[in-house]
């Protein structure tokens, strides 16, 4: 098996950029353990397009992201949230049996702490 590694990470991330890209990936394996139904998951950090990318993708139960709206998700409005608060995009990609993909893009600026 391999194992991914970072990629193109820089050495210094603004504070709040890397708590909300932590806090993302959190909730996202939080939900995996108790939604998903499968023992492992992939979780893929990179630098792209002047900022960094979080991935966590499973192959479990999956669901149909239309319907959440509006049912008090908790877990996934605050990831959006996070996201919104840092200028970043946050996108979600999931079928039932599919499994699902989290992905959040945060822009890293230069000069940024």
């Not at 391999?2 to 939900?31: F, G, T, W």
């Not at 893929?44 to 049912?71: R, S």
């Not at 990831?79 to 890293?108: F, N, Y």
Request: aromatic share 2%.
């Amino acid at each position: 098996m391999v194992k991914p590694e970072p990629k193109h990470i820089p050495d210094a991330i603004p504070k709040d950029v890397a708590l909300c890209i932590y806090r993302i990936m959190q909730e996202s394996l939080r939900n995996i353990a108790k939604h998903a139904k499968v023992k492992t998951a992939e979780v893929l950090l990179t630098g792209v397009d002047n900022g960094i990318q979080l991935c966590v993708k499973d192959d479990g139960a999956g669901f149909n992201p239309a319907d959440i709206h509006g049912k008090g998700r908790l877990g996934l409005a605050s990831m959006k949230e996070r996201a919104r608060l840092i200028q970043g995009k946050l996108s979600i990609q999931s079928q039932p049996g599919q499994g699902t993909i989290i992905k959040v893009w945060a822009p890293l600026l230069k000069g940024s702490k």
